[in-house]
């Protein structure tokens, strides 16, 4: 079972900016494709950005498009979300996700234990 493990959250004002890793603990087909997810208080979980980490293709939600850039690093098998901009509905748990095809919209197979962001008004 590969484990996601995320780090970067916390306290921001808005407009400001964060970054959030997630490590992944080895390289599978499973974890070629690697994304990330938000829940904020009383919502749904929702889509924010995804990668293909063999070519770089990307997606992202129209919410976070032109604000938020997420890349990846094969050699240290990390993946990362640059939030800049940042609003108050921003604030949300962070969880970093993995599986195959989901840059594509297909469903994650593997979930990080989630790491909180808050961006102050």
């Known amino acids: 079972q590969e484990q996601l493990v995320e780090s970067g959250g916390g306290l921001v004002q808005a407009g400001g900016s964060l970054r959030l890793s997630c490590a992944v603990s080895?390289?599978?087909?499973?974890?070629?494709?690697m994304g990330w997810f938000r829940q904020a208080p009383g919502k749904e979980r929702e889509f924010v950005a995804a990668?293909?980490?063999?070519?770089?293709?990307?997606s992202y939600a129209d919410s976070v498009k032109g604000r938020f850039t997420i890349s990846g690093d094969n050699a240290k098998n990390t993946m990362y979300l640059q939030m800049n901009s940042l609003r108050p509905e921003d604030t949300a748990v962070y969880y970093c996700?993995?599986?195959?095809?989901?840059?594509?919209?297909?469903?994650?197979?593997?979930w990080g234990q989630g790491t909180q962001v808050t961006v102050s008004s």
């Open positions: 996700a993995a599986g195959s095809g989901l840059a594509f919209g297909r469903p994650p197979q593997h």
């Open positions: 080895r390289r599978t087909f499973s974890t070629i494709h």
């Open positions: 990668i293909m980490l063999t070519g770089g293709y990307t």
